[in-house]
């Protein structure tokens, strides 16, 4: 499995708006990883290319800054720390990742070999950030989904996915292997959708 860039023991907490603005220009930087798929054969003929796209998303996630909601109205950003790409283009390469590990597909990737793939994995992010209710500390990533057959334009399957993950606090330290186990759940739970979607059982891949 692949290791984030940096997992430092940082001491920056979250007090209200003020503190969240406060921060220089050096941000660290991380990176979430995919899971580690054991099981690759399927035992299948091979479908020859899957596009996953750039997600899409509002204006506020497109970044790579770590957003955190103090209350529901409120977004804001961890002062001393960011994602190594945007959130869409992690979890681009997470699917990208994840679904590359089987042999299902000849092609993963983020565009086609030639002119068009054989299918299209679209999807939009609505939520990927870290929420604090009371003295709790959630991160809550959202997607929806949706497989297309590039033949004809249609769509073969839609998802809906969301994966809650409680954080030790609020500290940088504690909220990014949240992510990270977060982003995991989340990447295991499309790629499996998305076998099933060309006709593929997970559970016969070894």
Same mark, same amino acid.
């Given at each position: 499995?692949? %290791?984030?860039?940096?997992?430092?023991?940082?001491? %920056?907490?979250?007090?209200?708006?003020?503190?969240?603005? @406060?921060?220089?220009?050096?941000?660290?930087?991380?990176?979430?990883?995919?899971?580690?798929?054991?099981?690759?054969?399927?035992?299948?003929?091979?479908?020859?290319?899957?596009?996953?796209?750039?997600?899409? %998303?509002r204006g506020t996630?497109?970044?790579?800054?770590?957003?955190?909601?103090?209350?529901?109205?409120?977004?804001?950003?961890?002062?001393?720390?960011?994602?190594?790409?945007?959130?869409?283009?992690?979890? @681009?390469?997470?699917?990208? @990742?994840?679904?590359?590990?089987?042999?299902? *597909?000849?092609?993963?990737?983020?565009?086609?070999?030639?002119?068009?793939?054989?299918?299209?994995?679209?999807?939009?992010?609505?939520? *990927?950030?870290?929420?604090?209710?009371?003295?709790?500390?959630?991160?809550?990533?959202?997607?929806?989904?949706?497989?297309?057959?590039?033949?004809?334009?249609?769509?073969?399957?839609?998802?809906?996915?969301?994966?809650?993950?409680?954080?030790?606090?609020?500290?940088?330290?504690?909220?990014?292997p949240a992510f990270?186990?977060?982003?995991?759940?989340?990447?295991?739970?499309?790629?499996?959708?998305?076998?099933?979607?060309?006709?593929?059982?997970?559970?016969?891949?070894r």
């Open positions: 499995m692949r %290791t984030p860039l940096l997992l430092l023991a940082l001491t %920056t907490t979250l007090s209200g708006c003020a503190g969240l603005l @406060q921060g220089g220009p050096d941000l660290d930087v991380y990176e979430l990883r995919a899971p580690d798929f054991e099981a690759t054969r399927c035992g299948r003929g091979r479908i020859a290319q899957l596009v996953v796209e750039q997600p899409k %998303t996630l497109d970044s790579e800054r770590i957003m955190i909601r103090p209350s529901p109205l409120q977004t804001e950003y961890l002062p001393d720390a960011q994602w190594g790409d945007t959130v869409p283009v992690t979890l @681009q390469r997470l699917l990208v @990742q994840g679904l590359g590990s089987y042999d299902v *597909f000849g092609h993963v990737g983020r565009a086609p070999l030639g002119l068009a793939g054989d299918y299209a994995l679209i999807s939009e992010i609505d939520d *990927f950030n870290a929420e604090v209710a009371g003295e709790e500390t959630l991160v809550r990533l959202r997607v929806s989904a949706q497989l297309v057959r590039e033949m004809d334009a249609s769509i073969v399957s839609r998802g809906s996915f969301e994966v809650t993950m409680p954080a030790a606090g609020t500290k940088t330290s504690e909220l990014v990270d186990l977060a982003g995991q759940e989340l990447t295991a739970q499309m790629t499996d959708w998305a076998l099933r979607g060309v006709g593929v059982n997970p559970a016969s891949c």
